[in-house]
């Protein structure tokens, strides 16, 4: 019997996309879905390239691309080992955020990164992502053999998106895609199109993830995004720490809802007649997500990965995607299970 067809958007969100680790594992172990293509920001990137380098590499395949995503969170700092799990979870990931939050090290580094550039470390500097990415097979990730991979990044001069796809990714480009600018120097990639070397920072600024890459014809209709910044926080931030937080998360949640209400208004146009039928593709979007655990932590756990926040970020995962194949499996290829109109009506 053939497997329905879903594409992945996965969005960034530092050392929280443990959480779309978690997803992804499950979704792989359940092996109802055919992934035809992905697109990842930052940890989505991260993820991404994981998986698809597992899928595609030979010999490769599901319990590949699931081992590429443990060795991955392995090097972030996660501890992959059940016995030990107990343990990790005991406290929860609310008072290890806090923790974090308020302790002096968080503070000054925190200060720092307000007054002091990377560029400012002169001949020291190197990005803390190098010894990840660099030991990616990318002769995998870049393959045609399995999902399509799309990796968003920013360009800095234009403040325009840039998708890299196919050969164009690499290293460089999946560092792009997590640079954060007060933690990182801007990554330099040629681009054809200008015809020099371009600046680019964080995709999350102009796409966390990019959904318009997988709107090509070729592709299914459903969307799965794995969200990991809040949409909804009902308590009013009033500490500084608070609404720096918060305004993060908005920032990096604004590109996914412009894109969002885009797709509602066709499906408005494509419902009404305004439009003729198959003239723009009619998307069905659905989401994974725990806001319930992300609204307990901060920016702090993003930053600053924790081996007990981690391994409660994949099981969180794992429990979110369970949930949604019971609820939602059958939706798939027939309708949205997210209500757009609610969300934007």
Known sequence: MTK????????????????????????????????????????????????????????????????????????????NDPTLLPWLTAYSPALVSKSIELSLPFAISDSVSRMISPYDSGPFYKNALENIVSRFHYDAVCASLGP?????????????????????????????SACLPTLFRAVEIYDPKSGRMEAYWDGGFTG????????RS???QDVVIVNINPLHREELPVTA???????????FNSSLLRELRAIHYVKELLADGSIAPRSKKDVFVHMISDDDLMTQLSV?????????????LKQAGHAAAEAFLDVHESDIGKRSSVDLEKMFG
Request: aromatic share 6%; net charge neutral; charged share 15%.
């Open 218 to 220: 070729h592709l299914p």
């Open 241 to 251: 720490r608070d609404i720096q937080n918060r305004i993060n998360e908005i920032s």
């Open 208 to 215: 966390n993830p990019a959904l318009f890459p997988m709107f």
């Open 300 to 312: 702090a756990t993003k930053l600053i990965p924790n081996a007990s926040v981690l391994a409660q």
């Open 4 to 79: 329905p067809r879903i594409n992945l958007a996965l969005q960034g969100g530092g050392a929280h996309g443990a959480f779309t680790w978690g997803v992804l594992d499950k979704l792989l172990e359940a092996d109802v879905f055919e992934i035809a293509a992905i697109s990842g920001t930052s940890a989505g990137a991260l993820n991404g390239a994981a998986l698809k380098a597992g899928f595609a590499k030979r010999g490769g395949g599901i319990q590949a691309a699931r081992d590429n995503l443990d060795w991955l969170w392995e090097q972030v700092g996660a501890v």
């Open 148 to 176: 399509e991979l799309h990796i968003c990044a920013t360009n800095v001069r234009s403040g325009k998106i840039r998708v890299f796809t196919g050969g164009e990714i690499g290293p460089d480009p999946i560092m792009a």
